[in-house]
């Protein structure tokens, strides 16, 4: 199949206008102008006034918190997570959650993402994912202090349910491990995390870094996060040392780890990172909501991180538009730099598409548009666009109801703006249903 565009936008510094994609068997083959020229037995489908570009991956997500977003506001983030987290007291019922991951799935798939990292409490995200038909690893969620001495023992079941998930899901879904953060999680336990990385591959993602409080906590058990973990029968876990130094001491700070936030760093923790093989993601809405700040993405790209971004959880960040979540990524770094040359419409869109494959570890998949690749691509309506408008910049103002057609493996996900695999507002309904509203 030959897909054609307006514009194909392969993310690797060509543009090719009137551009197409050759695809056979889900993998791209071949970029460029003409093909269906030199391929005149191929199919060709005819996008018309589109950009086709990458699909954009969300590299930290919880979708199983779709049913709380605009629940609670003006909330920092040990009181967000109060008020609205999940534990070992609030539990949430499976069938809610089912349903709140798939529609948390099905919004992302309609604003062009097509592969998400996500820190899931109860794995269900890995099933919704799937059946979504989005590309995707799920982080099943553990919290080693809660565990105490035991934590080893919790870690060996948390690794035991990777396997039975990753059984049931196709190869597109993968299945690892997040131990929440350094406050909520042992040493012990982060090492036990970064052995299983080093040997048995397992994906590894970890919020890191995201307020000063997490800091303030890690030196001296002291601050706000401190005082919570208290409220909550825990005593702080005092490391001595700042987040990032005391997870390179732990041995997790290395490839096939996604850090999100990464908010609070030095200079020496931004190239320790960047020397790590980590991948950071960076999620700005959330971050921005929640009052935590903004992170140094200008610098951590600079010095050669990895970098990609995350819409965080709904409840966090109002709603799953990664158009937005670009946007905002792009105009806060030119805020926090005094300077609108630090990062470009195209610099942003980068880091949506091959900065979030680059993430999770998965560039040698997705990310651009190119031969070898798996044909993971979005199609976005350009057809209002005006003659004298930059074409990183139409792209990036566009919103969800601009998406045409997404598909990974080269499947449909969305054809003509809806999505095949459910009916959204049915979702919709049934889980209003399940909330108790009308």
């Not at 919290?143 to 934590?151: E, R």
């Not at 959880?313 to 805020?335: K, V």
């Not at 080269?410 to 249903?433: F, I, P, Q, W, Y």
């Amino acid at each position: 199949m030959i897909y054609r565009a307006a514009y194909v936008l392969p993310m690797n510094d060509c543009v090719f206008k009137n551009g197409e994609v050759l695809v056979r068997d889900g993998i791209i083959h071949e970029v460029g102008e003409g093909l269906s020229k030199s391929h005149p037995d191929e199919p060709v489908v005819n996008l018309g006034k589109c950009a086709l570009l990458p699909g954009f991956v969300n590299a930290h997500s919880h979708v199983e918190y779709t049913s709380s977003r605009n629940t609670v506001d003006a909330l920092n983030l040990w009181d967000w997570i109060d008020a609205v987290g999940f534990n070992r007291n609030r539990r949430p019922e499976p069938e809610t959650c089912r349903l709140s991951a798939l529609l948390g799935a099905a919004e992302l798939a309609m604003s062009g993402v097509t592969c998400v990292g996500d820190s899931s409490f109860t794995g269900l995200s890995a099933e919704a994912l799937d059946f979504v038909g989005l590309r995707g690893i799920t982080y099943l969620e553990v919290f080693g202090q809660s565990a105490g001495d035991d934590y080893a023992r919790l870690f060996n079941r948390v690794v035991d349910k990777t396997c039975e998930i990753q059984a049931e899901r196709s190869v597109r879904i993968k299945v690892g491990i997040s131990p929440h953060s350094v406050y909520t999680s042992n040493r012990g336990l982060l090492e036990l995390c970064a052995q299983a990385c080093e040997e048995r591959d397992i994906p590894v993602s970890i919020h890191l870094a995201e307020t000063q409080a997490e800091i303030d906590y890690c030196l001296n058990g002291s601050g706000f996060i401190a005082e919570w973990r208290r409220r909550l029968g825990y005593e702080p876990m005092v490391a001595g040392m700042k987040p990032t130094v005391y997870l390179h001491a732990t041995g997790l700070l290395r490839p096939r780890v996604c850090l999100a936030h990464c908010v609070w760093l030095t200079s020496s923790e931004i190239e320790l990172i960047a020397g790590s093989g980590a991948g950071v993601a960076h999620c700005p809405r959330s971050n921005a909501y929640l009052g935590v700040g903004v992170a140094p993405v200008v610098e951590l790209i600079s010095a050669g991180a990895q970098v990609g971004l995350g819409t965080d959880s709904a409840g966090s960040s109002m709603r799953l538009d990664f158009f937005e979540e670009i946007r905002f990524a792009l105009g806060f770094q030119r805020a926090r730099a005094e300077d609108a040359s630090v990062m470009a419409a195209k610099d942003a869109l980068r880091t949506a598409t091959l900065g979030g494959a680059r993430a999770l570890g998965l560039d040698d998949q997705i990310g651009t548009l190119e031969s070898g690749k798996r044909a993971d691509m979005v199609a976005i309506d350009i057809s209002d666009v005006l003659p004298a408008e930059n074409i990183w910049l139409a792209v990036l103002s566009r919103s969800p109801s601009d998406v045409r057609f997404v598909y990974v493996d080269g499947a449909e996900v969305v054809k003509d703006g809806l999505l095949t695999s459910l009916d959204v507002n049915a979702l919709k309904t049934e889980l209003r249903g399940r909330l108790g509203v009308g």
